[in-house]
């Protein structure tokens, strides 16, 4: 009897039905827990909408901790060295019980990761959501560079995790990656000398990897994310309520100017009203719990489903152990990196005695000019309050129409780079068979 209580109570904590009878005991209960902390006591119905930011923010993070719990657990189990680190991958996918699953979930979650952080980018940019609305103190360019600098180390993440099985896989693709970083003038072979630890691909670029991969860049991501999330509390939340509060009257605030008022002389004003980074307060707004975190366990659920099931389907590739004397033809980079190597190739003209270098164009100048133009752009982006969180708000036509262009010939270029390109880089439809010379010795 004593047992199915338990059994009872557990189920009851697991489910966790509590629904709060006011708002203070919400209040209250997100005041005492460090983790629901995050939220404020209200949110925005409009911000609660699946249509309006299809948690896809939400899903990246998930992603995220998929992959540091099975990457902590593959931790137990790989080796970091030149000559181990292959039969233990190996191990992982003959030996160790669920080890394949395990290899299979943690790639998956990062390959998934890689392709919703850039979806979450373009949503946030279709909903001119970078942008400052009426929030008292928001600064949402901020919150845009500081998610750029996610999608950067979402890309180091992925990057220095796909030299570590050493298959021959893995050394190509960083020996391609390395080698358009080394196209730099001037600093280029210093650059790749630093990421490489050395000027070829061996057991110091594997331990700099790893380390990169397992501690520095997981915490830089952790860092930024706290921030990105902090930003959006003092942003009033996300930029859809900007527009709910337009159609609001503002909230009357009367100055006392007789007599001044001091908060432990930490903080001076001639009001006594704290003002609010909210701007919509009751009309508009549920409270947070049960109402985002119920969506918030949703999708977390929903994304460890899909994730799981990816990775039974599509099992992690092992090719044989890394072979710096046997090149595969072709050397593909990392698949999230094809688009760039797609345009080193076709950029890279020989014109009589010089030829234009494609790995300076498609490698150096163009990320460094798009990188720059997407740190400037909320600054530059002259369209009004009325487009702020709205998805292609009329106002944002042109410039919404010039994104998705840029992203169709990201997209483009991948698919070609991933599945078009055969031998020496030229073209085959996929039903078109490769000739049989694919290794050069
Ligand atoms: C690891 C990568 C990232 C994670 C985990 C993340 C997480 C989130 C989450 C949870 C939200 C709340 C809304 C939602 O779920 O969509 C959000 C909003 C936001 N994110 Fe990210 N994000 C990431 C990358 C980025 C990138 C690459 C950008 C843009 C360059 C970006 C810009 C923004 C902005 C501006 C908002 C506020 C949106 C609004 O007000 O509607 N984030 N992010």
């Known amino acids: 009897m004593q047992f199915l209580n338990q059994l009872t109570a557990l189920y009851k904590k697991l489910t966790w039905t509590w629904n709060p009878g006011s708002d203070k005991e919400a209040g209250d209960a997100i005041v005492k827990n460090v983790l629901l902390h995050a939220f404020p006591n209200k949110v925005s119905k409009g911000s609660l909408s699946w249509k309006y930011s299809m948690y896809l923010g939400t899903i990246s993070f ?76 928001s600064n949402r360019p901020l919150n845009w560079i500081i998610g750029l600098g996610l999608l950067l180390m979402t890309l180091l993440l992925s990057f220095t995790g796909y030299l570590l099985p050493w298959d021959q896989l893995a050394y190509w693709a960083i020996t391609v990656g390395t080698n358009i970083a080394s196209s730099a003038p001037v600093v280029g072979d210093k650059i790749r000398f630093f990421l490489l630890g050395g000027n070829f691909i061996d057991q110091n670029a594997l331990i700099r990897f790893y380390v990169l991969h397992v501690f520095f860049l997981p915490m830089i991501v952790v860092f930024l994310f706290v921030w990105h999330m902090w930003r959006i509390r003092k942003d009033g939340g996300l930029a859809v309520v900007d527009q709910e509060a337009l159609t609001q009257k503002p909230e009357k605030v009367i100055p006392v100017k007789s007599k001044t008022y001091s908060l432990l002389g930490i903080t001076n004003g001639s009001s006594v009203h704290v003002q609010t980074t909210m701007v919509n307060e009751e009309e508009n707004s549920v409270a947070s719990i049960p109402n985002l975190t119920r969506r918030l366990w949703l999708v977390t659920l929903g994304t460890i489903i899909v994730t799981v099931i990816l990775s039974i389907i599509f099992r992690a590739p092992l090719e044989a152990a890394a072979n710096p004397a046997v090149t595969p033809n072709p050397a593909k980079a990392p698949w999230y990196f094809l688009w760039l190597q797609e345009i080193v190739t076709i950029s890279t003209i020989p014109l009589g005695f010089v030829t234009i270098n494609g790995a300076l164009i498609g490698g150096i100048i163009l990320p460094t000019v798009m990188i720059c133009l997407a740190v400037w752009w909320p600054y530059r982006d002259p369209s009004g309050i009325n487009s702020v969180g709205v998805w292609f708000a009329p106002e944002r036509k042109k410039q919404n129409r010039i994104f998705i262009i840029i992203c169709l010939f990201i997209i483009i270029f991948t698919i070609i780079g991933t599945f078009l390109r055969g031998p020496y880089w030229n073209f085959y439809f996929p039903w078109e068979a490769w000739p049989t010379m694919p290794v050069k010795y």
Request: net charge positive; no cysteine.
């Open 62 to 137: 998930v992603l995220f901790v998929i992959l540091v719990v099975t990457g902590l657990i593959l931790m137990f189990l790989y080796v970091p060295s030149v000559e181990r680190a292959y039969s233990s991958v190996k191990d992982l996918e003959f030996v160790v019980s669920f080890g394949w699953l395990l290899r299979s979930l943690h790639r998956i979650a990062a390959h998934l990761m890689v392709a919703v952080v850039f979806l979450h980018m373009v949503r946030v940019f279709l909903t001119g959501a970078y942008k400052n609305g009426k929030s008292v103190g």
